[in-house]
């Protein structure tokens, strides 16, 4: 079992930047793909960036040139750092971490509020 836990989110002023972090209790240099999904009230999860272990990286339009998706396998952590923060970027944010052998786990959401 795999436990991710997602600290950075808050409230923050349109134009501003925040980076998400997720932590995993393991290493995460084995995963085969990492993502950051994004909920909004009464929606169901939306896929805002995804990243495999080739290197390769996909992003919701809505989010391209804004976000960047990233890691480090030293701290185990998986990032997104977002700028240029808009309103519509309002919800709650998870992570998701895929390993090839043990499944797939999720973070339990930070919220991001942008104020306009």
């Known amino acids: 079992q795999v436990q991710l836990v997602e600290s950075g989110g808050g409230l923050v002023q349109a134009g501003g930047s925040l980076r998400l972090s997720c932590a995993a209790s393991?290493?995460?240099?084995?995963?085969?793909?990492m993502g950051w999904y994004r909920q909004f009230p009464g929606k169901q999860r939306e896929l805002v960036a995804t990243?495999?272990?080739?290197?390769?990286?996909s992003y919701a339009d809505s989010v391209k040139g804004r976000f960047t998706i990233s890691r480090d396998n030293a701290k185990n952590t998986v990032y997104l750092q977002m700028n240029s923060l808009k309103p519509e970027d309002t919800a709650v944010y998870y992570c998701?971490?895929?390993?090839?052998?043990?499944?797939?786990?999720w973070g339990q959401g930070t919220q991001v509020t942008v104020s306009s």
């Open positions: 990243s495999t272990s080739d290197g390769s990286t």
């Open positions: 393991r290493s995460i240099f084995s995963i085969n793909a």
């Open positions: 998701v971490v895929g390993y090839t052998y043990s499944g797939t786990y």
